[in-house]
């Protein structure tokens, strides 16, 4: 099922596209739901001959002949009993192949998503991305599941009742048919007015982003408590939610007067037949076969109303499934990074960056370059610090060399080779990225270590957990390595989890190291450890190393200043304070700071 981009469809004809995967299973369903709606009306052709026998009956005296009335009985009763056993085939054969193409398209979409490149995620938050495969899957698996069928029988019971409808009385029909007719006439005008697509892709638009901005919210709720925030100072969900209903409102308004008129008419075609019967019958010759189709369709135009309503509600859904599928497409339609022809491997671990511009938002005419022409080179085994004012493109360089994003300008090399002539498996495994969010599964702290390297020994880890200084507050757990992070109480502070994912970078050996360094968990006892954990992790690896404190990287082989995504300064820290420059003030400001600590921490004493 996986398709190249130009393969895929959008709107409806996607949605076709995807009902039809299973075609022979999802067309036989088809078949079987007409049937079924062409034996739902058969019960209706029986009456009329029990009615005729009926009012012939009491019209002349002739005894009806009742093994023939029974036997119209029987064939109503059997013509609806298989409607529904049709029926129930059509949704049996209908569920399977929805299921079939859910669980591939399921498969489809968890494969692409993890072959995205991993900048995608800045971009779509889990809500998104939740709602997109939760959501839209469901609902393309109930429209092929439920809906397809009914759409099929609904489509085909028009066409059976226009003939049923004229075969017993062509003007009665057109009258029980007018009605039927103006309501949709009414409904579809009210479909293409103006803004009414609109209205509902905006609908469905922000019914994705209340989605989003809620999941957000409910994650915040401890801040929101922390600080005594009110509902309404989380503004962003509240004016979601209201725009949210101002679109619901909306989409109510544009249908209002036509969706009245629509269940108006259908269901009171009566109110048509009647009038035209009357008017009919005084020039009419045969009354007994003139009252008797009346009394016919009386009886027929209510059940008329069901499957013509069900046509509405399921061409309503069409609408509103191919808008989800859209949704889902855009990511699917996501570009993968490109797949070199030939990988190639490295002989060794040192970084150049050549002239490397990056932009984030490549869409936008004047989005600024997050890395203007950056060249540098980290040789292996030694220490690269990045340091700059926030936003100046510590973390862009950082997040360009595993190749979360491709550099628009320039070039990345690891030993000499363009890490866009890598396999991309290959690439990751040369990296470890340590983020300053710190991510433990709820798993077992081994596993959580093994996931730098499953075929790690219980040795190797234990070295790791030594050298990192996790070793003694992991055996002294309940359950040793194999406790479960989060469980029966069991919580881990933050520089023990930091000095855990430390560990896990360890174990994973990757001859390149990317430290985002933390700001958190300061206290004198922690920040030892982990500084020796630092240590211990950066031994003999090209590291490149996002600093928030100068004082960590004063040892640092190379310092690279950054300033608006350009190098400003680079060289050792004593070269960069003799150049009097950038470095020299950031320097200053730093230990001014540490000082104004020390001398308020001695004034409050
Ligand atoms: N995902 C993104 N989408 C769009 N723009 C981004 C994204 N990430 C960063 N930027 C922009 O790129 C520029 C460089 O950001 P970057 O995160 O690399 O800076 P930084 O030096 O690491 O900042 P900090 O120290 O605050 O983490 C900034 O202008 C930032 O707003």
Redesign the pocket.
């Known amino acids: 099922m996986t398709q190249s981009p130009q393969a895929i469809k959008r709107g409806s004809a996607r949605l076709w596209q995807l009902a039809f995967t299973h075609r022979i299973l999802v067309s036989f369903a088809c078949l079987l739901a007409i049937l079924s709606a062409i034996f739902a009306t058969l019960p209706f052709i029986a009456i009329y001959f029990i009615i005729k026998a009926i009012l012939t009956y009491l019209n002349t005296g002739i005894a009806m002949d009742s093994a023939q009335l029974i036997g119209y009985g029987w064939f109503a009763c059997g013509s609806a009993i298989a409607a529904v056993l049709l029926n129930f085939t059509a949704l049996a054969c209908s569920h399977f192949a929805a299921f079939k193409t859910l669980y591939q398209l399921k498969l489809d979409f968890i494969k692409h998503l993890s072959l995205l490149p991993l900048g995608f995620y ?2 779509h938050s889990t809500g998104e991305l939740r709602k997109v495969v939760d959501e839209n899957i469901e609902k393309i698996e109930l429209f092929i599941a439920h809906q397809l069928p009914d759409l099929m029988g609904s489509f085909a019971m028009p066409i059976i009742l226009f003939f049923v409808l004229i075969f017993f009385d062509w003007r009665l029909g057109l009258a029980t048919l007018f009605p039927v007719i103006l309501a949709y006439i009414i409904l579809f005008k009210s479909y293409g007015q103006k803004g009414a697509t609109k209205h509902f892709e905006n609908y469905h638009r922000q019914q994705e982003l209340m989605n989003n901005v809620s999941v957000e919210y409910v994650r915040g709720i401890s801040i929101i408590k922390a600080f005594n925030l009110t509902f309404f100072s989380f503004k962003k969900f509240y004016d979601i939610v209201k725009t949210y209903r101002d679109y619901c409102l909306k989409i109510t308004h544009s249908f209002e007067t036509s969706m009245g008129l629509f269940l108006l008419l259908l269901n009171n075609i009566y109110l048509f037949l009647i009038p035209l019967a009357i008017m009919l019958s005084f020039h009419i010759d045969n009354y007994f076969d003139f009252a008797l189709s009346t009394i016919f369709y009386l009886v027929f135009s209510v059940s008329i109303t069901g499957p013509f309503l069900k046509l509405m509600y399921v061409s309503n859904q069409l609408r509103l499934v191919s808008t989800g599928i859209d949704h889902l497409d855009d990511i699917l339609l996501t570009k993968l990074l490109p797949v070199p022809q030939n990988p190639q491997t490295v002989q060794n671990y040192t970084i150049h960056f050549d002239h490397v511009s990056f932009i ?2 490549q869409k936008l005419p004047l989005a ?1 370059l ?1 890395i203007d022409d950056v060249t540098f080179t980290a040789k292996q085994g030694t220490i690269t610090a990045l340091v ?1 004012a ?7 360089i950082a997040n360009l060399i595993p190749r979360f994003f491709d550099v628009d300008s320039g070039s990345i090399k690891i030993g000499d080779i363009d890490i866009r002539n890598m396999d991309n498996e290959y690439l990751q495994s040369l990296v470890s990225f340590v983020f300053q969010d710190v991510f433990l599964f709820k798993q077992t702290i081994l596993d959580n270590l093994k996931i730098g390297n499953n075929h790690a020994t219980m040795e190797q880890i234990i070295d790791a957990a030594k050298a990192t200084q996790c070793h003694d507050f992991i055996e002294s757990l309940p359950n040793g390595y194999n406790t479960v992070v989060g469980s029966n109480g069991i919580h881990l502070s933050g520089g023990e989890r930091q000095r855990l994912i430390f560990a896990r970078a360890i174990i994973k050996n990757a001859p390149i190291l990317i430290l985002d360094e933390a700001t958190a968990f300061a206290d004198p006892e922690n920040e030892h450890k982990i500084q020796q954990a630092m240590i211990a992790l950066m031994k003999g690896r090209t590291t490149i190393i ?1 600093a928030h404190r100068l004082s960590s990287i004063i040892h640092a082989d190379h310092i690279l200043v ?1 300033d608006q ?1 350009k190098i400003r300064e680079s060289g050792q820290h004593q070269t960069l304070l003799a150049q009097h420059g950038y470095y020299k003030n950031m320097w200053q400001s730093y230990t001014q700071t540490l000082n104004w600590q020390i001398v308020s921490t001695k004034s409050e004493d």
Do not use: D
């Open positions: 800045s971009h984030y938002q600024p997050a700059g926030s936003g100046s493109g510590k973390s862009t996002i950054l995504g």
